[in-house]
């Protein structure tokens, strides 16, 4: 919000100026977030270890907006190999090869969910 | 050159919310905890509440859906100068000075075309409109009560309201549970709100929170946050809430009751059913309009059977829209000095005593109806009257469980479930047509 | 404390919609038909009408996706004072009386505005904005033009032009069929409506509902309800309309007739179609240009392949979304008085000739084009001109394979079925170069 | 839209008095309403009886703006059924447990449709 | 009659376009190019402009969601009188005189209530409104900054900082890639642009449309289109622009440097990244609170894990919706006389300029911080940090396996390509801090 | 936008020459427009003979927005005839007939995409 210099720099040597100053003052600014937030970033390795994915309450508080949705299947990287041994045994009922053929729509069902 | 960066170095720290942060830390006054929480620790305090907010909506699940917007909402306007909230002003030069006003061109314009008409000065020569931030728009569909009704309608997709047409008993349980509004209202009265705050306070203990968010917006927009904060919190609570309640008023010997199987509903019924409610909910309530009447327009498109499409929007991407807009903004009401005092405790307070009393007043009237049938109802489906659909319904269920495994309430106690929704959206009718 | 209750419970029953519906009877002045349709018995009927409509989108299935959202729309506006489709107004403290102005504050401000410059008196200091119903904003999408064209922009994702270009003649008839829409407009120049009006009912005849829809909005707004309604339901009605015309104007030779096979259309050919229509008929008839730039601006994000993602969106969740809201405050804009007259069925009598016409026209100039390229052409694919996609296509069809059922017109009828959509939006376009 | 009641009710008896008056106002309605509504609904048992679901008419009068588009599959209860025979058959043939496995995605063609 | 008719004909070709292109052909003051451009023989330029750049969206697939409906946008503005980005207006008779006054009625309201403060005159009795056109309304999601945020919020949803918590180093390399956006700003004032439009033709180094397109609508909106068009053209060129650099800058041992396994990165530490990000940025740097916000929301509710669903909506319908709005609206930005001058020449020569020294820049940096770490990182992933997510990490990978078709270079590339998304909006933040 | 006659014609003879000429200048309109764009349509057989469904260049281009993202399935009409070849394998297991079940889920990969 704040007008730091004049937008109208006529002569070269001002417009030189200004292209400095912004460079400095931008890569500056640039350069200190980004390497303030990788420092902290740095520090999650030690938070990091003893994490486990998501443990949930007992007690599953479902949301009152989501009531009688079904949830949408999203392929981890363990569905797929899943995927890739119901595709050959399909393809090979009906003798075509896997790379015509994909399975998208089976999943597993999480025990907790 | 060097001046210039100098220069330019300075500025950039002075601007920064940092810099902010330090030069508003209001210490200057002694413990004078209104003007300290207009300061920047305000601000720090509303930050953290926000990351707890997130965590409860991350780990702890609590209505995540929104909850989730709603605390990122609250996080990024207290975060110090982000604008994101901030309103459309106008730029002007006034007698050689620049200044600006609140609000776009065309509304200053008014303004000073009244005074224009007084000096004839020419002031609008110079004016320049300042957009508002990203939120200051969104928040339009709060402000004009456009979102909360079609969240409503997409609410209405998702009802069932078979089970309450197999038992239409389950109304008056719908009814009683509405008990524990009335009563807060009074209590809020009592502690100092006036009538229109009180209502919006008041019904939280309806646990539909489209219907918490439009009260508030219409009658006292100035509470929106905490009462949606509320809201929202302890219908997440309602398997916490709830049980030991359920156990004090009850004995085993009713909890035990089984009741019998629920006839099957044609179509013809449930098409007709939305109907009817907006016909004589509005006929006698024309105030519950946006709300009743979208409820029903979602269940009506479900249940007809031919308008699947609109029904699949309607509760998916159109609904889940809305709900990104009306979190970010409901949480963006929050300034620190609104929601860091005495009121925010009070209606935290008032509306878990609303939650409480109603779900003790739908078990009461389940005795009592239990006790008129000759013990054909299991007075716990009352406690399901106060809404919160479906979970209220589910610990209903359990509760039941608990004592005898084979008994299966889930759907007597969607009844009253869904009509709490009914009766809730008319106690909000009943106060928008006194105080608005 | 009673006297308080008993003031309150007065003032609740005079807020209620029955009271008013009794208070409003209008039975006093006698037989005089639009006093009284202006009271609460007009309300009852408009009521009865949009339950009727309901009976047809639901259990017919007239075009349920726009039917029942507009009779549910209708429903709703018709219960007394439901307000959903009430206008902002403004309060304002006027020489110590309260008054109620029409409009938001910055337009009623403008108004002051003027007068203030005559006699200075400071209102506004007074001045409440008081906003507007939920349709009263929702309404604003087709108030400025926009819904319909987003409409059609998803109708254009789901329009394949590829038997329009395997057979290029099909264009001939999708012109003729618009005949129709020009014939009515005589008739309604002669019924007594003046030519805006004209324009918005022979349109009926173009069967397409969104560019019937946005030609009222721009020439005729207060007729938008019975000519959406129209439009609607003769499309639904296809089935049972054309087959007598078509069988009466065909003899049992020509409904024989098996076209030949039409020739598979490369990609670059469909990408070229969006582009050069667009081209040539903006340039032709610039006041086409919403209907025609989005139309087949959504053909081509489909054709294109590779923005399969923009396609599905603009005629799912987005066509879907914007046919809720305009299906709602469409059916909202009924007031009994307006729709219940004489116009009303004026309407409703020339929207059916202008079908009939059409048909008519098409299939006459399918005898011609039969008669000179020597038998080639079946002249029932020329009453698919009409448009209503597909159902149009699927009637010739049947029609066809009753004579002979090894005889396939669907993908021949397609042709002229799709050209109709162009020809009706350009009939659109003259009456809005002509009269807007 | 109609002011009942002053807002600023000052003293404590006013403010008792306000929310005796809106407590049975308010139950009041709430009673009224869900009490009309529950006994016309419970009318509806009679005309329930004759009703079969949905009866079309011959003539399919389709939208002209489904024109093209394809019916999402919505699972009723009787397909749920259907879907764990075949989660069953695929199981089997690929050696695990039916809970790891969900079929969601064919759908029986009604005849009508 | 045949007069009438005769004169209605004459009517109809004066209103077509094709007549409007043959009486602008501006060939009248012989070859000032500003006075031709301005005329019709612009528009045909630009069409074909239009035309050009859907061959490139479809047939070459550069950018097409966004390029597609831009080109689009281009096209149906420079079709002649096509109105479609017309302004609103207000028609009034003034002194028995029919004119025709930009914007509202209330905004044009203003202005006559300040001249009616001096001569008292009634001018509204006799205005009429007349709505602007489709892409006017359309394009108020730009021009209020609406909806690069809401894109970047379904950025935010695909985007995988994984990656870059695994290596924060990246981060540096994300931020060297910067250097070439103030290098062109330096370069875009010299050309002689001011300080506002130099910033928004730099930001386009950037290599984030939502960021270049945020940035001009704040700072120079007359160059908007130009500098879209740019900006995703050369992120659809990186494949052919990056790796003649990144071969002239690294030796074949550099290139074949295999990197360490990324450790995994849990969920805790995907959840406070975009919170701490966003607390971050927006205390020191307050300007770009509606970008990294809602990137960062966007992020946020994905890795949550408890709202899928808005996740899906974000990313999906609502970013797909807003991405044909935004790309139509951006293309009818594009008046012959605005885009075909100089001044676009130039900023597509900024434009590359700022990438080809962005992708040096990066790889320079990654050298030394391979000579720094005693040959662990491969200074190729330098190049990725221009973001341009994920086709430059791609190309990275691309030109890695050239020389070792076992080196897996994509996901340490992943690193830097999305810490340059967060660079460059803290970029386009330091110049709106600057100039806004 | 221009107001060609009169709006308010008030005799019958007004009425019918606004009507005729609507009529004439109307039905021109469309049938030059429509035989105009039917002229240039009737020249695309000729550009259509060399053509082959969408040459993509080797250098794939992919949207940077659509990172991540999997395409949906449509069905072609080849993918038409696999469908029933598998109905047919699922339904003979399963002792039903094929029109009470249908295949939505799998798609053919293009080797090119
Ligand atoms: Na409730
Ligand atoms: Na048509
Ligand atoms: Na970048």
Known sequence: MNILFLLEAVSLNERLAEGTTALIAGMGTVFIILILISSIISLFKYI????RPHNRSDIKLKAFIEAGRKVEPVHTQDDLELIAVITTVI??????TTDQLQVKSFRRIRSKN | MLERLTEALAKFIETSG????????HLDKGLDFNYIFAGSLGNILMILVSLLLMYLAIKKEFEPLLLLPIAFGMFLVNLPISGIMEHASTQLTLDGEMVLLEGGLVENGIKYAMMLAQNGVDYFETAKEVPGGLFYYLYYGNKLGIFPPLIFMGVGVMTDFGPLLA????????????FGIFLAFFGALILGFDAKESSSIAIIGGADGPTAIFTAIKLAPHLLAPIAVAAYSYMSLVPIIQPPIMRALTSKEERLIHMEQLRPISQTEKIMFPIIVTLLVVLILPS????IGMLMFGNLIKVSGVTERLAEVASGPLMYM???FLGL????????ADFLNLSTLKILMLGLIAFAIGTAAGILLGKLMNKLTGGKINPLIGAAGVSAVPMAARVVHKVGQEEDPTNFLLMHAMGPNVAGVIGSAVAAGVFLSLYM
Chains 1, 4, 6 share one sequence.
């Open chain 2, 288 to 291: 519950t309009t946006p709300l």
């Open chain 2, 322 to 324: 809305i709900t990104i």
């Open chain 1, 91 to 96: 393809a090979s009922s009906l003798n075509i």
């Open chain 1, 48 to 51: 990091g270890k003893s994490d």
């Open chain 2, 167 to 178: 038992n239409p008993k389950s109304f008056l349980l719908g009814a009683a549970a509405q």
């Open chain 2, 329 to 336: 903004t409901v949480g963006a009401t929050t300034q620190a």
């Open chain 2, 18 to 25: 940092i810099y902010w942060l330090f030069n508003n830390l």
